[in-house]
């Protein structure tokens, strides 16, 4: 029996067109009949995807930072990973050195950044939170940085800067690579601690809610979801996933645009 379930929200909650009132529906049934709902995204814990943790679930602990953050739906933060600080410092030396833009982000919520770039703007429309300037070498000792991020054009000024990190900074580290359709030609490409992930954390939350792994269903559609969708009781794949991610499911329903997570919801709570 499934008690425990994990949404992810690009192409799984949030489609083309954005979050279909479907899902939303969906979500409010899920819950009246006992299931504990969690967002499990790569997205920060502010603004939009705070938004939808609330909407989600308002009593639930969600993912964010690809597994760097557990937090509350108001957005207080109940387990983070954090970056070993020596190695957040060299990353920031790269990133001046070679005036590629990075962001760094909190477990308390905060999105920081050193200088204005175009794509830097375009992403805090997207994300729907105000970015903050700051010292980025001084950010540690106020907060607890959990992820940093740069923001790209794939090229030879940025395959230059990876290989450097891979060379030059602690190896404690692990790459998440992302695109968005809302910036087209952008790179998203951010480090965490190697301990963390969407499965870590998903394992940390069962744990709180005295679930064990059999009782809990995963919902995605990328890459990134596939080591949850494996392991958890239940895997379920949306039906604009890769084929990848939909050979490893146990099920597949529609595309998020034709209510693929309300679908997947529903035959949860149904037990199908």
Not at 16 to 43: F, I, K, M
């Amino acid at each position: 029996m499934i008690r425990l379930v994990f949404v992810d929200v690009d192409g799984t909650l949030h489609g083309p067109d954005g979050v279909p009132d479907c899902a939303w529906a969906a979500a409010r049934e899920a819950r009246a009949h006992g299931l504990h709902l969690s967002l499990a995204t790569g997205r920060p814990s502010a603004g939009r995807s705070l938004d939808y943790a609330r909407r989600l679930d308002p009593e639930g602990l969600h993912v964010f930072h690809q597994g760097a953050l557990v937090a509350r739906a108001d957005g207080t933060p109940v387990h983070a990973v954090p970056l070993p600080r020596t190695a957040y410092h060299r990353i920031v030396d790269l990133a001046r050195a070679r005036a590629l833009p990075l962001e760094a982000y909190t477990a308390e919520g905060g999105i920081y950044v050193e200088r204005a770039a175009a794509d830097l703007e375009a992403h805090e429309r997207l994300l729907g939170v105000p970015f903050s300037r700051a010292d980025l070498q001084r950010l540690p000792f106020a907060q607890t940085v959990i992820r940093v991020q740069w923001v790209v054009r794939p090229g030879p000024a940025w395959e230059r800067v990876r290989a450097a990190v891979d060379t030059q900074v602690d190896g404690r580290l692990s790459w998440h690579l992302g695109t968005s359709p809302a910036t087209p030609g952008v790179l998203y490409a951010s480090l965490l601690e190697r301990s963390a992930g969407k499965l870590s954390a998903a394992r940390w939350v069962a744990q709180r809610f005295g679930v064990t792994m059999r009782e809990v269903a995963m919902i995605g559609d990328g890459a990134n979801d596939l080591e949850l969708i494996r392991a958890a009781g239940v895997g379920i794949a949306m039906g604009n996933a890769p084929d990848e991610v939909k050979q490893a499911a146990d099920r597949v329903v529609a595309p998020v645009e034709r209510c693929g997570l309300a679908e997947a919801l529903e035959g949860l709570w149904r037990g199908r």
